[in-house]
């Protein structure tokens, strides 16, 4: 079973900046479609970002919330996907999770998602 590990969590004061990681334990890992999420405190779990990677390879979506601030990429070399945060305010605190979906579905819906890393916390002072 694939497992999908996250890194570069952490605590930054607002207008900060932080990278997420999240690598996949297999190499020859290859989903259609990697994203992120965030849980808030008290809220559902909500869609951050996505990147495609075996269909309309590299294309990439924003949530309104984070779009000009936060940047996905994937390093397909290192099959580690990045989630680059730039201007950091305090609502972006939450947990934040990299997933992967291996059959296309909804791009934006969690459910959509078979693979889940294990959470990173980013916390985000004013």
């Known amino acids: 079973q694939v497992r999908l590990v996250e890194s570069g969590g952490g605590l930054v004061q607002a207008g900060g900046s932080l990278r997420l990681s999240c690598a996949a334990s297999e190499r020859t890992f290859s989903p259609a479609v990697m994203g992120w999420f965030r849980q808030a405190p008290g809220k559902e779990r909500e869609f951050v970002a996505r990147?495609?990677?075996?269909?309309?390879?590299?294309?990439?979506d924003y949530a309104e919330s984070v779009k000009g601030r936060f940047t996905i990429s994937r390093d397909n070399a290192k099959n580690t996907m990045y989630l680059q945060m730039n201007s950091l305010k305090p609502e972006d605190t939450a947990v934040y999770y990299c997933?992967?979906?291996?059959?296309?579905?909804?791009?934006?819906?969690?459910?959509?998602?078979?693979?889940w890393g294990q959470g990173a916390q980013v916390t985000v002072s004013s």
């Open positions: 997933a992967a979906m291996t059959a296309i579905g909804p791009l934006r819906a969690d459910y959509a998602y078979n693979y």
């Open positions: 990147i495609t990677i075996t269909w309309n390879i590299g294309a990439t």
